[in-house]
């Protein structure tokens, strides 16, 4: 099976990993970046350019294309994809609006009768104003749009929030939702649904949850404090009647449900959709899965994910922690040199290759240095020791990561 990856981050290189772990798979990536390089053939492509991107499937012979950002989801590269008759992983460009616009997405979820917080969606100023004292601090301030996992401000600053409000074209203000966050992965051909892991990841820059949010720093996977019935709930409560109500729509969701969950007093509520795998939740849960993936994509991909096998799990946990370049998340440096990054675990994200063929930074989140172990204790400590092997001038990095967890101070409300 020839397989098109599209994308250069480290969610693209945690995919490319289990797709490249099946012998029968051949696989090309685009544009890719040099850790992927280590595992497929590269080749330039606008990756949200939607006529390029299927130009090149039909060059390389894909039988199956995997886009892992959401920027050419929304673009509608899927479509153009299967428009050449190539199977593709990644849902449509109306069903990707689930990530594209917050309004639809709480649009569907009210329809469907999804558990959310409460939501005003306005270009007004004196609408935010009302919104943010309707709903009281935190007050949480979403730009309507696609922001690279940064649109998003939870502050107890109402001049802060009125701020980020004004920088946005179209925003949310939405109800706070108290209780620890969930990141639930959930493969879809439309109609069948196949959970991966929960995990937990870490948007806030700073230890102890503190600074600005970011693309995410951290993740580990399985959650030992998670109620047992959660995943089935979540299938039940949000899942099959969002599925079913973009199926209503004439608008089927095919591809990954991200489904990012606050578990509160009165059970788990949706925080958001997103319409493709999360970075940096995907580099742990595929680090545990046992399944092949290309079977499962690919079965998403063809409608025929019903027929597909229980998935198995490798028993055990995983810990991501991502290295990040110098003034991240409010700017990076490129061009510093990454030694120490040699073997297993190390899944780069924002690397490049200088001209005397140095590693080097090329964005803000540069490494998710990864490992597993027999539970989360043990993957953290490896997670860690891989960490301190690594050397970049004025690296941010957290040194928290499932800290909580392996302390046993998360609490579900009851």
């Known amino acids: ?101 917050k309004t639809f997405a709480k649009e569907v979820m009210a329809a469907a009768g999804v558990p959310t917080g409460g939501a005003v969606s306005t270009t007004d100023p004196a609408q935010v104003a009302a919104a943010l004292d309707r709903f009281g601090a935190p007050y949480v301030v979403k730009d309507d749009g696609l922001a690279a996992g940064k649109g998003v401000l939870v502050t107890d600053d109402r001049d802060a929030a009125l701020a980020h409000a004004a920088a946005c074209e179209r925003v949310v203000i939405e109800e706070y939702l108290d209780g620890p966050e969930v990141s639930l992965f959930v493969v879809t051909d439309g109609e069948t649904a196949v959970p991966l892991l929960p995990a937990q990841d870490f948007k806030r820059v700073g230890e102890g949850d503190t600074g600005p949010n970011t693309g995410g720093m951290g993740a580990y996977a399985p959650l030992p404090w998670a109620p047992p019935s959660l995943v089935d709930d979540v299938l039940a409560r949000v899942v099959h009647p969002t599925l079913a109500e973009m199926r209503r729509r004439g608008t089927p969701f095919a591809g990954l449900l991200y489904v990012g969950l606050a578990l509160t007093r009165g059970g788990p509520k949706v925080i958001e959709f997103n319409a493709r795998f999360g970075d940096p939740e995907t580099q742990v849960v595929l680090a545990l899965l046992e399944t092949p993936l290309a079977e499962v994509l690919r079965a998403a991909a063809t409608g025929s994910l019903a027929a597909v ?106």
């Open 309 to 414: 096998p229980p998935l198995r799990w490798k028993p055990g946990a995983a810990v991501t922690v991502v290295v990040a370049s110098a003034g991240y998340p409010s700017s990076s440096r490129s061009g510093d040199v990454i030694t120490g990054v040699s073997g297993a675990g190390f899944i780069h994200a924002g690397t490049a290759r200088a001209a005397g063929g140095e590693l080097v930074t090329a964005g803000g989140r540069v490494l998710s240095v990864t490992a597993t172990g027999a539970d989360l204790s043990v993957a953290r400590d490896a997670a860690y020791a891989l960490v301190d092997q690594v050397s970049l001038a004025d690296a941010v990095i957290r040194r928290d990561i499932a800290l909580a967890a392996v302390e046993g101070r998360i609490r579900v409300p009851s």
């Open 1 to 101: 099976m020839r397989i098109l990856l599209i994308g250069s981050g480290g969610r693209e290189h945690a995919l490319a990993l289990g797709l490249a772990a099946s012998p029968d798979v051949t696989l090309i990536a685009a544009p890719g970046n040099p850790g992927i390089a280590e595992v497929a053939e590269l080749r330039p492509v606008e990756a949200t350019n939607p006529d390029a991107v299927a130009a090149l499937a039909v060059e390389v012979g894909a039988d199956l294309v995997v886009v892992g950002p959401e920027a050419p989801l929304v673009a509608g590269v899927a479509d153009a994809v299967r428009a050449k008759g190539i199977a593709c992983f990644g849902p449509t460009a109306a069903a990707a609006r689930l990530e594209g616009s």
